[in-house]
């Protein structure tokens, strides 16, 4: 099992959709939770940070984590086409040093 | 946020050559910098962790003489593919996280294309 599984997609919305990407995971000790947006042939870019549970709310993205169910989601509002990208979900412990697991990325498209 | 610089953003090489990618934290010193390699539609593959003043630490099944990493300054780390072949076409990215952050700021990128 992987310790961290994401849906590679592809997902497909209309512009103005509310966008739902989830990822979840197997290691209990993951306590810092990130999501990363890639466009194509570019490096990733840190959309989103959180630690433990909760959620947070940064212009028309939420990251929501659920440390219980061991699941974490990046909600878009309001989606654009600006917003077409591969979204990955990223976490580590606090006892990793530097080590970060990834997911394998969902590929999302806005429809104008 | 911080800023990776990766330079070149892509390059194309004959097949037996060898290729010198490098990797700068433009504004914060980084003892560590990761090497990941990327396939199409694929996540990132972590290759080896860079380490400052010390040898690299590479993952399970990635040569350390074909991709040999440097990191000789606490703001560059390179990566040299050496005897390039065609296989070894991808992209790769560099990333490091700066002291206080808990997440990591990734290079743009290099393609490398080897013919």
């Known amino acids: 099992q992987k310790e961290v599984e994401q849906d590679p997609g592809p997902l497909s919305v209309p512009e103005g959709a509310i966008v739902s990407l989830n990822c979840t995971y197997s290691?209990?000790?993951?306590?810092?939770f990130m999501w990363y947006r890639q466009y194509s042939r570019k490096g990733p870019e840190l959309l989103m940070y959180t630690y433990s549970s909760g959620n947070k709310e940064d212009g028309r993205f939420t990251a929501q984590v659920d440390k219980s169910s061991k699941y974490i989601s990046l909600f878009i509002r309001d989606s654009q086409p600006s917003d077409s990208a591969t979204y990955l979900c990223?976490?580590?412990?606090?006892?990793?040093?530097?080590?970060?697991?990834f997911g394998t990325g969902t590929s999302l498209t806005v429809i104008p | 946020g911080a800023v990776v610089s990766q330079h070149p953003s892509r390059v194309i090489c004959k097949s037996g050559t060898s290729v010198k990618i490098e990797c700068r934290s433009l504004d914060f010193q980084a003892t560590t910098m990761f090497w990941y390699r990327q396939f199409p539609k694929q996540s990132l593959m972590l290759m080896a962790t860079?380490?400052?003043?010390?040898?690299?630490?590479?993952e399970q099944g990635v040569e350390k003489d074909k991709f040999l990493i440097n990191h000789a300054s606490l703001t560059l780390s390179t990566l040299t593919v050496t005897s390039a072949h065609p296989e070894d076409s991808s992209f790769y990215i560099c990333?490091?996280?700066?002291?206080?952050?808990?997440?990591?700021?990734f290079g743009q990128g290099t393609r490398l294309t080897v013919v």
């Open positions: 860079s380490n400052e003043g010390s040898k690299a630490t590479y």
């Open positions: 990223a976490m580590r412990t606090s006892n990793t040093g530097n080590q970060f697991y």
């Open positions: 290691n209990s000790a993951f306590q810092y």
């Open positions: 990333s490091a996280r700066p002291t206080g952050y808990t997440e990591a700021f």
